[in-house]
C-alpha cells in the first residue's frame, strides 16, 4: 500500500458472494501468512470488495461460496469490515479506522468482537500490509461461548416496548400528582403483574416470562425512566425476592411462593435493613429461635420497599448472634402470620410514589418450612440476592439519567436566552454531552453484568461497579438537568427536580458509593475473591 490514492476493503462474510474471493492457495506469501486473528476460527473467508488494485491483491481465483458451519449457532457469522482509509506509515499505532458491526453471537479477540473467520481464510495485501499491530488475541474464545453482541434480540426490543407503553400510559400521566402527594396506588403494581412485567426474568415452569437478563435491565430502565417507585417493585419483589427463591428455595416454596409472585398475584419484598443495622448487614438483631417445627422471629426492619402493603417478605434473621454473620438465616413471611405487623414511613426526600415501610416481629411464628437454605447460610443468601438488587437498580439509574438527558434536550430547544436556544451555548452543551456519555457508558455495564448473569457467572463485581456508576451518573445528570432548567428545574412544574430527590437513594441502598468504592478496589488489590456458591445462580435456557 504504498500510496495514498489507494483504496481497498477486507471484509468477513458468511452469505452473499460480492465482486471479488481470494481463493484458498492464491495468496501472495502462502499459508504462514494467516495472522493470529485468523487461526483456529471455522469455515469463514476473506473477501475484497470494491475495486481493488492489482498491487494490493493478486488472485485468479473465481467467486467462492462459504457454507455455513455446523456449529453455525454457536459463532454465527457477522460482518467485520476493515477500511483502509488513509494509509500511514507503517510504524505508527492504528494505520485506519476499524469498524465493527455486531449483529450475532461473535468471538471477543483482544477486547474487539470478530466473525468466524476459517482457518482456511486467508488475507488481501490491504489486510496484509498493516496486520502487524492490530488485535492480537491472547487465545481462541471455548466453543459456545456467548461473546459480545450489542444488538438486542426482537424479544428484547418487544419488552422494551411494552414497558416504555405500559410507563406512558398507567404512569406518566398520574405521576406528578403521586408523588406531590406521597401516594402510592398498589392496583398500579397489580396492572404490572397482569402485563408480565413482574415475572420476567422468571423460567414460564414458574409463573413467569421466560425472559433473560437484559430483557430485564430494559425493563427496569424504562420504568425508572417513568419513575423510580416503579423500578423499586423490579427491585424488592421481582429481584430481591422472586429471583432469590428461584435460586435458594426448595421445590414447595417455589411453588408456593414463587408462581403466584411471577404471575402477580401476590406481592413480595425483602426484609434486611434495621434502625441500627444498614452497611454492616452481618450485625443484624432480629433473632430467630427454633421452636419444634416452626422458629419465632423478633426485632425489626426499617426503610423496607413495600413493606406496608407486599404479601411475602424474605426476611434475615439470626439464631446464634455470638456467630456473627453464620447465624444468619433466611425465611419467608407471610403478612397473615402471627406476631407480624407493618406501618408505612413518611416524609421521604424522594421515591414519594412508592410505599416504604417498618416490619415488627413480635414473637412472629414462621414455619420451619419456610426457612430458605440451610440454618447460618442467610448472609450468603442475602448477597446473592443483593446481586440482583444491585442490577435493577443500576439498570433503573441509566433511565433517570436518559429521562434527564430528554427533558434538558427538549428544555434546551425550547428556552431562549442571549438571542437563540440555550443548547447553542457551549457549557449547556457540555452538560449534555456528559449525560450522553455516562448513560451510553453505563449501559454498556449494565450489559455486560447481565451477559454474565445470562452464563450463571458469579458476576459481584461486575454487578456492583454497574451499580456504583450507574447510580453516580444519575446523580450528576439530574444536577445538570436542573442547572440546565435554571430556576424551573426547582420546581415541580418540571419533572427534573423530581429526578434529583429520586436519584439519591440510589447511591444509598443496595450498597452506597463509598462501599462500592472499596468492594472494586479489593478486586483490584487481590482482597477479594468471590467463591462460588452452593446453589449458583442459574443461566438463561431460552434462546438468546
Same mark, same amino acid.
Given at each position: 500500500?504504498?500510496?495514498?490514492?489507494?483504496?481497498?476493503?477486507?471484509?468477513?462474510?458468511?452469505?452473499?458472494?460480492?465482486?471479488?474471493?481470494?481463493?484458498?492457495?492464491?495468496?501472495?506469501?502462502?499459508?504462514?501468512?494467516?495472522?493470529?486473528?485468523?487461526?483456529?476460527?471455522?469455515?469463514?473467508?476473506?473477501?475484497?470488495?470494491?475495486?481493488?488494485?492489482?498491487?494490493?491483491?493478486?488472485?485468479?481465483?473465481?467467486?467462492?461460496?462459504?457454507?455455513?458451519?455446523?456449529?453455525?449457532?454457536?459463532?454465527?457469522?457477522?460482518?467485520?469490515?476493515?477500511?483502509?482509509?488513509?494509509?500511514?506509515?507503517?510504524?505508527?499505532?492504528?494505520?485506519?479506522?476499524?469498524?465493527?458491526?455486531?449483529?450475532?453471537?461473535?468471538?471477543?479477540?483482544?477486547?474487539?468482537?470478530?466473525?468466524?473467520?476459517?482457518?482456511?481464510?486467508?488475507?488481501?495485501?490491504?489486510?496484509?500490509?498493516?496486520?502487524?499491530?492490530?488485535?492480537?488475541?491472547?487465545?481462541?474464545?471455548?466453543?459456545?461461548?456467548?461473546?459480545?453482541?450489542?444488538?438486542?434480540?426482537?424479544?428484547?426490543?418487544?419488552?422494551?416496548?411494552?414497558?416504555?407503553?405500559?410507563?406512558?400510559?398507567?404512569?406518566?400521566?398520574?405521576?406528578?400528582?403521586?408523588?406531590?402527594?406521597?401516594? $402510592?396506588?398498589?392496583?398500579?403494581?397489580?396492572?404490572?403483574?397482569?402485563?408480565?412485567?413482574?415475572?420476567?426474568?422468571?423460567?414460564?415452569?414458574?409463573?413467569?416470562?421466560?425472559?433473560?437478563?437484559?430483557?430485564?435491565?430494559?425493563?427496569?430502565?424504562?420504568?425508572?425512566?417513568?419513575?423510580? *417507585?416503579?423500578?423499586?417493585?423490579?427491585?424488592?419483589?421481582?429481584?430481591?425476592?422472586?429471583?432469590?427463591?428461584?435460586?435458594?428455595?426448595?421445590?414447595?416454596?417455589?411453588?408456593?411462593?414463587?408462581?403466584?409472585?411471577?404471575?402477580?398475584?401476590?406481592?413480595?419484598?425483602?426484609?434486611?435493613?434495621?434502625?441500627?443495622?444498614?452497611?454492616?448487614?452481618?450485625? /443484624?438483631?432480629?433473632?430467630?429461635?427454633?421452636?419444634?417445627?416452626?422458629?419465632?422471629?423478633?426485632?425489626?426492619?426499617?426503610?423496607?420497599?413495600?413493606?406496608?402493603?407486599?404479601?411475602?417478605? /424474605?426476611?434475615?434473621?439470626?439464631?446464634?448472634?455470638?456467630?456473627?454473620?453464620?447465624?444468619?438465616?433466611?425465611?419467608?413471611?407471610?403478612?397473615?402470620?402471627?406476631?407480624?405487623?407493618?406501618?408505612?414511613?413518611?416524609?421521604?426526600?424522594?421515591?414519594?410514589?412508592?410505599?416504604?415501610?417498618?416490619?415488627?416481629?413480635?414473637?412472629?411464628?414462621?414455619?420451619?418450612?419456610?426457612?430458605?437454605?440451610?440454618?447460618?447460610?442467610?448472609?450468603?443468601?442475602?448477597?446473592?440476592?443483593?446481586?440482583?438488587?444491585?442490577?435493577?437498580?443500576?439498570?433503573?439509574?441509566?433511565?433517570?439519567?436518559?429521562?434527564?438527558?430528554?427533558?434538558?434536550?427538549?428544555?434546551?430547544?425550547?428556552?431562549?436566552?442571549?438571542?437563540?436556544?440555550?443548547?447553542?451555548?457551549?457549557?449547556?452543551?457540555?452538560?449534555?454531552?456528559?449525560?450522553?456519555?455516562?448513560?451510553?457508558?453505563?449501559?454498556?455495564?449494565?450489559?455486560? *453484568?447481565?451477559?454474565?448473569?445470562?452464563?450463571?457467572?458469579?458476576?459481584?463485581?461486575?454487578?456492583?461497579?454497574?451499580?456504583?456508576?450507574?447510580?453516580?451518573? *444519575?446523580?450528576?445528570? *439530574? /444536577?445538570?438537568?436542573?442547572?440546565?432548567?435554571?430556576?424551573?428545574?426547582?420546581?415541580?412544574?418540571?419533572?427534573?427536580?423530581?429526578?434529583?430527590?429520586?436519584?439519591?437513594?440510589?447511591?444509598?441502598?443496595?450498597?452506597?458509593?463509598?462501599?462500592?468504592?472499596?468492594?472494586?478496589?479489593?478486586?483490584?488489590?487481590? $482482597?477479594?475473591?468471590?467463591?462460588?456458591?452452593?446453589?449458583?445462580?442459574?443461566?438463561?435456557?431460552?434462546?438468546?
Amino acid at each position: 500500500m504504498g500510496g495514498r490514492e489507494e483504496r481497498a476493503q477486507c471484509t468477513a462474510v458468511g452469505e452473499a458472494d460480492r465482486d471479488h474471493t481470494l481463493g484458498p492457495d492464491r495468496v501472495e506469501d502462502g499459508p504462514d501468512i494467516v495472522d493470529p486473528i485468523l487461526e483456529g476460527w471455522e469455515d469463514g473467508r476473506v473477501e475484497v470488495i470494491g475495486e481493488p488494485s492489482p498491487a494490493a491483491v493478486e488472485t485468479n481465483h473465481p467467486p467462492q461460496r462459504a457454507e455455513a458451519p455446523e456449529n453455525a449457532g454457536q459463532h454465527r457469522l457477522l460482518p467485520l469490515v476493515l477500511e483502509v482509509g488513509d494509509p500511514r506509515p507503517r510504524d505508527e499505532e492504528i494505520h485506519w479506522p476499524v469498524s465493527v458491526d455486531l449483529v450475532g453471537d461473535v468471538g471477543s479477540v483482544g477486547g474487539a468482537g470478530v466473525s468466524s473467520l476459517g482457518r482456511h481464510g486467508r488475507q488481501c495485501a490491504a489486510w496484509r500490509s498493516h496486520r502487524s499491530r492490530i488485535w492480537r488475541p491472547a487465545s481462541r474464545p471455548p466453543d459456545g461461548e456467548l461473546m459480545i453482541d450489542f444488538s438486542l434480540t426482537d424479544a428484547q426490543r418487544e419488552v422494551q416496548r411494552t414497558a416504555r407503553a405500559f410507563a406512558e400510559r398507567e404512569i406518566l400521566p398520574r405521576i406528578q400528582q403521586m408523588d406531590a402527594n406521597a401516594e $402510592y396506588d398498589r392496583g398500579l403494581y397489580e396492572k404490572m403483574g397482569a402485563e408480565g412485567l413482574l415475572g420476567l426474568p422468571i423460567p414460564e415452569q414458574y409463573g413467569g416470562a421466560g425472559m433473560d437478563y437484559i430483557a430485564f435491565a430494559l425493563l427496569c430502565e424504562e420504568m425508572e425512566r417513568a419513575d423510580t *417507585a416503579f423500578r423499586v417493585i423490579l427491585s424488592v419483589h421481582t429481584g430481591l425476592n422472586s429471583l432469590t427463591l428461584l435460586q435458594w428455595g426448595s421445590e414447595e416454596q417455589k411453588q408456593r411462593y414463587l408462581v403466584p409472585q411471577a404471575r402477580g398475584e401476590k406481592l413480595a419484598t425483602f426484609g434486611l435493613t434495621e434502625p441500627g443495622v444498614g452497611s454492616d448487614a452481618a450485625k /443484624l438483631a432480629t433473632t430467630a429461635r427454633r421452636d419444634g417445627d416452626r422458629y419465632i422471629l423478633n426485632g425489626s426492619k426499617i426503610w423496607i420497599s413495600l413493606g406496608d402493603t407486599a404479601d411475602h417478605v /424474605l426476611v434475615f434473621a439470626s439464631v446464634d448472634r455470638s456467630k456473627g454473620h453464620r447465624g444468619i438465616t433466611a425465611f419467608i413471611v407471610e403478612r397473615s402470620f402471627p406476631g407480624f405487623s407493618s406501618e408505612s414511613l413518611h416524609g421521604k426526600l424522594g421515591v414519594r410514589a412508592g410505599n416504604t415501610g417498618i416490619l415488627t416481629f413480635g414473637d412472629c411464628e414462621v414455619p420451619a418450612a419456610n426457612r430458605v437454605g440451610e440454618e447460618g447460610e442467610g448472609f450468603t443468601i442475602a448477597m446473592s440476592a443483593i446481586d440482583q438488587g444491585r442490577y435493577t437498580v443500576a439498570a433503573g439509574s441509566v433511565g433517570l439519567a436518559q429521562a434527564c438527558l430528554d427533558a434538558s434536550v427538549k428544555y434546551a430547544h425550547e428556552r431562549q436566552a442571549f438571542g437563540s436556544e440555550i443548547g447553542q451555548h457551549q457549557l449547556v452543551k457540555q452538560m449534555i454531552a456528559r449525560m450522553y456519555a455516562g448513560i451510553e457508558a453505563g449501559r454498556l455495564l449494565v450489559f455486560k *453484568a447481565g451477559a454474565k448473569k445470562n452464563r450463571g457467572e458469579r458476576n459481584t463485581r461486575e454487578t456492583g461497579l454497574a451499580k456504583w456508576f450507574c447510580t453516580d451518573h *444519575a446523580v450528576a445528570s *439530574a /444536577l445538570d438537568a436542573i442547572q440546565i432548567h435554571g430556576a424551573y428545574g426547582y420546581s415541580n412544574e418540571y419533572p427534573v427536580e423530581r429526578y434529583l430527590r429520586n436519584s439519591k437513594g440510589s447511591v444509598i441502598y443496595e450498597g452506597t458509593s463509598q462501599i462500592h468504592t472499596l468492594m472494586q478496589a479489593d478486586y483490584l488489590l487481590g $482482597y477479594r475473591r468471590d467463591k462460588p456458591l452452593r446453589m449458583p445462580q442459574l443461566p438463561f435456557e431460552g434462546e438468546m
